[in-house]
């Protein structure tokens, strides 16, 4: 399977400050998917994406993927309690889903 | 949510014994997955399978066997546990290996 640093590996920020995660990788991916984990939850599946320089919205979150498919970041704009969890970047492949190691965003009122 | 269960979802073992987790789903997806999570290691993947009877190794497969009999159901058996293995598993499914994936509730395994 693919390989995937992420980093930074925690983050403290004040709420109503902006957050980004990156996720890298020393190979092209096929694709790149972003999970987001509460405290004692499960990963939930927030957004694939799959094209070169793709960049997608989801309300307060921007994700983007390189333009050489090698890296990807989660930019969360003015934090709220609610983004409080661990966010993970996912490549995958024909068979397997290879996990990066988080990011433990912790957003103090 | 999707259909996916494990069980059981709380477990403790001694060392040295066998233990199976279990996984069920009622999606009818082809691929299934069996992860570790500890700290500072995010997830990692145990072994997985992408049809009926049809598994291979994943990162961290050392001391795991998985079985496959049918679509729904996917067992993670640990030969003889140890200390090393205590972890929160959590198994996933997903329609093929490039599409989301969909998480159990995660099964939280003591070995002591």
């Known amino acids: 399977g693919q390989q995937v640093m992420q980093i930074p590996q925690y983050q403290h920020v004040q709420e109503g400050e902006d957050f980004t995660t990156y996720c890298n990788s020393s190979?092209?991916?096929?694709?790149i998917q972003w999970y987001k984990q509460r405290p004692g939850g499960h990963p939930v599946f927030l957004i694939q994406?799959?094209?070169?320089?793709e960049v997608k919205k989801q309300k307060r979150l921007t994700f983007q993927f390189g333009e050489a498919k090698k890296n990807s970041s989660l930019h969360i704009t003015a934090t709220q309690t609610t983004d409080v969890g661990t966010y993970f970047c996912a490549a995958g492949s024909a068979r397997q889903l290879t996990f990066g190691s988080g990011t433990q965003l912790t957003v103090l009122p | 949510d999707a259909g996916i269960t494990q069980s059981p979802r709380h477990k403790v073992t001694e060392t040295g014994t066998p233990v199976t987790l279990r996984c069920h789903q009622t999606?009818?997806?082809?691929?299934m997955y069996w992860y570790r999570q500890d700290p500072g290691h995010g997830l990692r993947l145990i072994h997985y399978?992408?049809?009926?009877?049809?598994?291979d190794k994943g990162e961290v497969s050392d001391g795991y066997s998985v079985s496959r009999s049918k679509t729904e159901d996917f067992l993670l058996t640990l030969e003889s546990a140890t200390s090393s293995q205590t972890s929160v598993y959590f198994c996933?499914?997903?329609?093929?290996?490039?599409?989301?994936?969909?998480f159990g509730q995660g099964t939280r395994l003591t070995v002591v």
């Open positions: 999606e009818n997806h082809r691929y």
């Open positions: 996933a499914i997903s329609f093929t290996g490039e599409t989301e994936a969909f």
């Open positions: 190979t092209t991916l096929s694709n």
């Open positions: 994406l799959v094209k070169s320089g």
């Open positions: 399978s992408y049809g009926v009877k049809d598994t």
